[in-house]
């Protein structure tokens, strides 16, 4: 999967804009625990809602990523054994001529 967080749209001078072929996270998300400040990602689970739409974001290496080329207002959920769960947004995700603009977060947890 390829994951990218900056985008370009080149424009041409006949005002044509070229857009790339990838595919843009519109979410990535770290949870940290609150009190060490460490990343932590043992059975963490990262949900997003956006109306009828919700998604449980994907996990690649330290960072949940989501709401892939879909612009909206999403409301996180956060949870994991030995925390507290936490609720963030609404995030507004917007998205220009080619694809989403990616929001990027941290997501503090506090321990039980």
Avoid: W
Wanted: glycine share 8%.
């Amino acid at each position: 999967m390829l994951l990218l967080t900056l985008t370009a749209c080149p424009q041409k001078d006949d005002d044509t804009i070229n857009c790339t072929e990838i595919f843009v996270s519109g979410l990535t998300i770290q949870v940290k625990d609150l009190s060490t400040n460490n990343i932590i990602t043992e059975g963490i689970t990262v949900l997003i809602e956006d109306g009828d739409y919700n998604e449980e974001l994907t996990f690649v290496s330290d960072t949940f990523f989501g709401a892939g080329e879909r612009p909206g207002n999403y409301t996180i959920t956060v949870s994991g054994e030995g925390y507290m769960r936490a609720i963030v947004g609404p995030i507004e995700v917007l998205s220009d001529e080619c694809h989403v603009i990616p929001q990027s977060l941290e997501i503090a947890l506090t321990p039980n």
